[in-house]
């Protein structure tokens, strides 16, 4: 079964009751049991709910993996991971992620005796050299969020299984419809479905995917025992968004692409970064690995201060000032005071995430419309 197809069908059948073509809204917290633990594979719906199993099939489906467990957030799926581990235990993560991620990391479970390394992942040399006895996992995020540097997923997972080393990939930015993790070697994927999966701006949720049953049972047991799941409508929304996911991603990325192609040649314009520029440095990675090179898109200005980069972002209108991404409206967002707020300024411009860099989603809108959006943008620059 294709891409486009299994948006559609992977792991989805008519409802057994009434035909339904679309999964119900199972909107119930508990089920008639037979006997005493014995009933029809639901008893309560902190454990599974039918609308959750549905959306569960499907996402497993998307990125061609066994199992799949839901979560309330993206947030809350790092959370089951993390907490799949043990004092003492060390984690290897990108230098260049999601604020949120690090503050998890960081904040709550690093007291908690977790230990961390954040590392440039693009230097396997450098990736291989932070691997200890007591390393158990490598976070990978590609494309990263926000500096879009490409992780060779394949080459990590190679040398992690070496390692006996288990390995994630946090695919939110990619979406399975440009990147499957899984059929590079990589132990599981994690998704904030709130972006692309869910793809309107209008549901928050999570999800964790793998082939490795061992794994998904704890996932599981931390889905039951901590109780971060999504509700059933929640659940409805992301598979209605989902039934979309292909043919939402190709419109974003092919305006990204004729947003970049506006954006090397303005002379206001610093640097841009995004994978599908030939000069990128993970540009030939990003061919072998993903379909497409994505909807996201930052960039810096020539006359590079963060007053320009406010006064540019307050003067956009089609690109809504905002969190988050992967919806169908473009978004605009200042990293290091949004999304990366969290992670200390020193920590950031190591990195390489200046105080002044410009992030954009890109929508599905009228590709002209978003260019001349910008262009009045840049006149207050």
């Not at 235990?89 to 954040?118: C, M, W």
């Not at 105080?355 to 599905?364: A, E, K, M, N, P």
Request: aromatic share 8%; hydrophobic share 40%.
């Amino acid at each position: 079964m294709r891409f486009n197809t299994k948006t559609i069908h992977a792991g989805q059948s008519a409802e057994e009751t009434s035909g339904a073509v679309m999964p119900p809204i199972f909107q119930t917290s508990t089920y008639a049991q037979q006997a005493p633990g014995v009933n029809k594979g639901h008893e309560y719906a902190r454990v599974t709910n039918p609308t959750r199993t549905a959306l569960e099939s499907l996402l497993a489906g998307l990125e061609n993996g066994v199992y799949c467990a839901a979560f309330g957030s993206g947030c809350g799926a790092m959370d089951a991971v993390m907490k799949t581990l043990r004092p003492g235990d060390h984690v290897i993560a990108s230098n260049d992620l999601y604020g949120g991620s690090y503050r998890l990391f960081t904040k709550v479970f690093e007291p908690f005796g977790i230990q961390y390394s954040f590392v440039d992942m693009t230097e396997l040399s450098v990736l291989s050299a932070a691997i200890k006895t007591n390393t158990k996992l490598i976070w990978i995020e590609t494309p990263t969020n926000p500096l879009l540097s490409i992780v060779d997923i394949k080459a990590i997972a190679a040398i992690a299984k070496k390692a006996g080393v288990f390995t994630i990939v946090d695919n939110t930015f990619a979406s399975p419809y440009l990147q499957r993790p899984l059929e590079l070697g990589v132990d599981a994927v994690v998704h904030s479905t709130t972006k692309y999966i869910g793809g309107h701006s209008d549901v928050i949720g999570g999800a964790v995917i793998s082939n490795n049953e061992k794994f998904m049972e704890d996932i599981r047991f931390q889905v039951k025992t901590s109780g971060a799941v999504p509700g059933p409508m929640d659940c409805y929304l992301l598979l209605r968004g989902a039934k979309t996911l292909a043919i939402r991603v190709q419109r974003s990325c092919e305006n990204a692409k004729n947003l970049v192609d506006y954006l090397v040649k303005h002379p206001k314009v610093g640097h841009v970064n995004y994978p599908g520029i030939k000069t990128h440095k993970g540009h030939e990675i990003a061919k072998l690995q993903m379909d497409d090179f994505g909807a996201m898109i930052s960039f810096t200005l020539k006359d590079d201060t963060i007053e320009n980069a406010f006064s540019f972002m307050s003067n956009t209108h089609l690109f809504t000032l905002a969190e988050s991404l992967g919806g169908v409206e473009s978004l605009i967002s200042h990293p290091a005071s949004m999304t990366h707020a969290s992670i200390p300024k020193e920590i950031r411009e190591k990195a390489g995430l200046s105080d002044s860099l410009i992030r954009l989603s890109v929508g599905i809108e009228d590709v002209n419309d978003l260019i001349e959006d910008l262009e009045k943008a840049f006149a207050h620059v």
